[in-house]
């Protein structure tokens, strides 16, 4: 395995110190190549001690504080820093010593504002970045399992450091010149992996969210303006006619209600369709729920399906909801937010098939795609649906300028200002490949099996259901009380902030769809591939004892 694969977090779960460092997780791994010391000659910016460039009479060098990341000598100027920022990373995760600082959430306010105040000048740096890292849950640690957050790859972060460091902004082709032909190849690329032609078009956008705001945007201009016989983007939301509905599974994510309150639709448009136990759209329901629809001279706007939901990665049948779409007139967008990430798998992709059905989709390679934020996508299957969001500002994007063959991105986000947020993802795509990325998901979808078959084994931990792509959801049965579904919740909802105050673990917890008590379930979000299945059966035990505590205490 090569260094590409390695992640950027300061926690790193066990080592063998005999292998040179290097992780002893499923994939293999390497250890953190070495940073090279200040060159000589690299001007005031450079370490304390080291050789400087000369300045020209009459010309005042600039202080490191003031030095600039750009141009030929933004390197150097760089160079101590970087080399600064990766010491009190290491320090800082040395000090906390796991997954997340010990302490109540007061404490770490009062120690995060005291060190806050305390740091000042040149070493302002060193002692917030040490700061944040002893105060991170950091996802690169075996233990931190509660959320969609990855553990970035390095290269992705080193990319990463390239874009912060040049700072193009993706409005205008003057300001992004090569970033502006490398997120179109980009989006590219990803059409064609989704199933759509080069009739595509899409965008990078800060995630998920954004992405269903864009999908909904689009749905609502493109067909309530043709049943309203208007331009909606223009006129509005038509006072009168139909009323506008959009259908999203119980188990869909809440930025559904918060796009359509955005758009004018109000959040009661949003109709919630039934799900299985397994969380997976009913298409019984949905067919039952747009004929209910049309019964009552509404206007289906949306099918929104979801492609790896948050709780359980649960994918709803997206041939059926594209059929039933296309048979009522409305919209089909799929958030494949998280499941997206299946498409990198040839053993999971099948899970996602139907999707090139869609008008458009959402993907998040902040996920299943080990970037750092932001690193959403949004793309549409055909590009001139993207009409109602065309702007031409003539400060960025005059017509001859385009007509002369510079080209603009402004029409296809809802944001001007917008980093280059494209080029670590095709830093990492160039440097993995779909295959090598396709081991990375696979790895977790390991790690996700082997961590349900522990649950099952263990006497004190029921599981929810089978997992679909790398998460799964389980809950602490106590051995007395177990039949008391208001204790189980109480005690499994305390064992999370147990483990959270001793800086143990970051254990994930939501609740299943329906009404009252017993259903509050804790969860394992695994995307760190270089976690083995011996560490997510530790931290499994970790949450039997932190339960087996709070029963003793209540």
């Known amino acids: 395995m090569t260094g590409g694969v390695a992640m950027a977090g300061a ?17 293999g791994g390497a250890s953190a ?20 460039t000369p300045v020209a009479p009459g010309a005042t060098a600039p202080r490191r504080s003031t030095a600039l990341s750009g141009g030929t000598d933004g390197p150097a100027a760089l160079e101590p820093l970087v080399r600064a920022v990766l010491d009190a990373l290491g320090e800082g995760a040395g000090r906390r010593g796991g997954p997340v600082p010990a302490g109540t959430p ?17 070493e ?88 269903n705001l864009m999908g909904l945007m689009l749905a609502r201009d493109r067909v309530l303006g043709r ?50 136990r397994d969380l997976r759209m009913d298409p019984d329901a949905l067919a039952a729920a747009l004929g209910r629809c049309a019964d009552a001279e509404e206007l289906p706007v949306a099918v929104v399906a979801t492609a790896g939901t948050t709780d359980t990665g649960a994918i709803d049948p997206l041939r059926a909801c594209a059929e039933l779409a296309a048979e009522h007139g409305a919209w089909l967008h799929v958030d494949a937010a998280y499941g997206g990430g299946a498409l990198l798998s040839d053993r999971l992709a099948h899970l996602v098939d139907g999707i090139h059905l869609a008008d458009s989709v959402s993907l ?5 795609g080990w970037q750092p934020v932001a690193a959403g996508v949004f793309l549409v299957r055909r590009a001139e649906t993207y009409a109602s969001l065309a702007r031409r500002a003539v400060y960025l994007n005059p017509q001859d300028d385009e007509e002369a063959g510079y080209p603009s991105l402004l ?46 084994a263990h006497p004190r931990l029921e599981l929810h259901a089978d997992p679909v ?69 530790r931290l499994l035990h970790a949450v039997a004892a932190a339960g087996q505590a709070e029963e003793d205490a209540l």
């Open 411 to 456: 029409g296809l986000s809802l944001r001007t200002t917008r980093r280059a947020d494209a080029f670590s993802i095709a830093v990492t795509l160039r440097t993995l490949g779909r295959e090598g990325l396709g081991r990375l998901v696979d790895a977790c979808h390991d790690l996700a099996l082997a961590g349900a078959a522990a649950v099952r």
């Open 11 to 27: 926690g790193t779960g066990r080592r063998d110190a005999d292998a040179g460092g290097t992780f002893d997780g499923p994939l």
């Open 124 to 211: 302002a740096l060193s002692r917030l970045t040490a700061l944040l890292a002893h105060g991170s849950a950091d996802p690169a640690d075996p233990s931190c399992a509660a959320h969609l957050h990855c553990p970035p790859l390095a290269v992705a972060v080193a990319a990463d450091l390239a874009v912060s460091a040049l700072n193009p902004s993706q409005d205008s082709w003057d300001q992004a010149p090569a970033a502006t032909t490398l997120e179109t190849l980009l989006l590219g690329e990803l059409a064609e992996l989704v199933g759509y032609d080069d009739r595509a078009a899409g965008v990078l956008t800060s995630g998920g969210t954004e992405s």
């Open 364 to 368: 998040d390679w902040h996920k299943l």
């Open 227 to 276: 049943a309203a016989g208007q331009q909606v983007e223009l006129a509005g939301v038509p006072r009168s006619g139909p009323r506008p509905r959009v259908f999203a599974s119980a188990a869909a994510h809440f930025s559904v209600q918060r796009a359509a309150a955005l758009l004018g639709l109000g959040e009661d448009a949003v109709v919630p369709v039934a799900v299985d």
């Open 33 to 52: 190549p070495s940073v090279p010391g200040p060159r000589a000659g690299a001007g005031a910016a450079d370490a304390p001690g080291a050789p400087v």
């Open 469 to 537: 792509l790398t998460a799964f959801l389980f809950r602490y049965l106590p051995a007395a009380g177990a039949d008391d579904p208001e204790r189980v919740d109480r005690i499994n909802a305390a064992l999370r902030r147990r483990l959270l105050r001793e800086g143990r673990a970051v254990v994930g917890r939501t609740e299943l769809p329906g009404e009252g008590p017993g259903r509050v379930r804790l969860k394992l979000t695994l995307l760190n591939p270089h976690t083995t299945p011996a560490g997510v059966e």
């Open 106 to 122: 007061g404490e770490l306010a009062g120690r995060v504002a005291e060190e806050y105040a305390a740091a000042g000048g040149d």
